[in-house]
């Protein structure tokens, strides 16, 4: 889908938001919280005059891989975008195949991509015109960043905005992994509900036990901000003690002796592929609970399904997995003290309708010729 540049006013559907009557309900919750942007929104119409076109003079086309929230209505992500620039839009729920890809890339000068594309030499290789990468994510491992630096591509991702949306879910899963909250459900639709017994689907008290965090990062500390009020005692691991982390510094190996929860929270990157290995759980508590809502490759999963089957930890919960999707028939996900989310730690309408607004920000920075505020630095 192909969406030509639109004149900056002429193009707009004026109507005020509250009278427009052919929204899908999914699309009036994304304009609902636009309204938080719209500021934003008006002084980038504002910079509009300023946009260059490319050197063949023609309009800038922006690919972007999925379609965003807000869809096409007004004041939405793609609604900005495509004031200034032509948008190609992917059609398609699965993503693009690294040759669609790489064909998109031939004439676009910035696009917008989620962690299932893959940005390497071989998408970069006719991608003459590209001038920006606006990740939609935290998370840019699946971008060779120093490769685009050496070609004069930005690259860019959303930090901040998915914090808090990270945090809560993963303490849903730690939440739902502890008072055994699948296996429960399970037991109702399998008609396996039989009557009260007090030593039935028993799980873990919370409050005065110990979670560790494995990476203080700003949603490390999100998750540990929200354990406070659980009157848990908190441990954290990282390259440094912090100031200001609500917890106690710790080796690894102390934290994951003492921990009742381990929660990780780690970039993915040459030196934390498999972090968590079988020396990994095999030094956690046999009581312990393991949660990752980071990155699926942090994980060995043969590993940890042996921790899990064998008794060396009590359970685990995942937001994330490799592949992805996860195969049905996996090894984990027959287990039933393995909670598996499909990667929806951002998955609020605020979450990703502020992400798809900063990416557009970045590419607008990029395609005006200045710096974009969210640039990844290696």
């Known amino acids: ?36 942007v719209m500021g934003k929104v008006r002084e980038t119409i504002g910079e509009r005059a300023m946009v260059q076109e490319d ?10 891989t999925r379609m965003l929230p807000g869809h096409l209505n007004p004041g939405s992500p793609l609604d900005r975008l495509s004031q200034s620039f032509n948008v190609d839009i992917w059609p398609d729920e699965n993503p693009p195949t690294a040759e669609e890809f790489r064909k998109k890339l031939r ?28 990740q939609l994510g ?30 809560d879910l993963t303490w849903a899963l730690l939440l739902g992994a502890t008072r055994r909250i699948k296996e429960a459900n399970d037991a109702i639709r399998t008609s396996n509900w039989g009557p009260w017994h007090p030593s039935w689907m ?36 990282g390259t440094r003690p912090k100031d200001a982390f609500p917890g106690s510094f710790s080796s690894l190996e102390g934290l994951l002796s003492g921990s009742d929860f381990v929660s990780v929270h780690l970039p993915l990157n040459a030196s934390t592929t498999e972090y968590c290995d079988r020396s990994f759980f095999g030094a956690m508590k046999p009581t312990g609970i393991f949660i990752n809502t980071g990155r699926g490759g942090l994980v060995n999963q043969p ?9 060396v930890i009590t359970a685990a919960a995942l937001d994330v997995t490799t592949p992805e999707p996860l195969a049905a028939t996996h090894e984990l996900m027959m287990l039933p003290n393995c909670i598996i989310t499909p990667h929806i730690g951002s998955a609020t309408h605020e979450a990703r309708l502020e992400m798809a607004n900063m990416a557009v920000d970045s590419i607008i920075e990029a395609l005006q010729g200045r710096t974009p505020a969210t640039k990844v630095t290696l």
């Open 1 to 36: 889908m192909v969406i030509q540049r639109r004149h900056p006013i002429g193009g707009r559907d004026l109507r005020p938001i509250d009278q427009i009557d052919d929204l899908h309900p999914i699309d009036q919750i994304d304009l609902d919280v636009g309204r938080d």
């Open 55 to 64: 050197a063949s003079g023609n309009t800038p086309v922006v690919f972007v």
């Open 107 to 134: 004439t676009a000068s910035a696009v917008v991509t989620t962690i299932a594309e893959t940005v390497d030499d071989k998408a970069l290789e006719d991608a003459s015109h590209l001038k920006v990468v606006a």
């Open 138 to 167: 935290v998370g840019y491992d699946n971008i060779d960043v120093a490769l685009c630096n050496s070609k004069g591509i930005f690259v860019t991702n959303t930090p901040d905005v998915v914090t808090d949306a990270t945090a």
């Open 202 to 237: 028993l799980g873990q008290s919370i409050k005065g036990k110990t979670l560790g965090i494995v990476g203080p990062g700003r949603i490390g500390q999100a998750v540990a901000e929200r354990a406070q009020g659980f009157q848990m005692k908190i441990l954290y691991h």
């Open 303 to 311: 590993d940890l399904h042996y921790a899990l089957t064998n008794n």
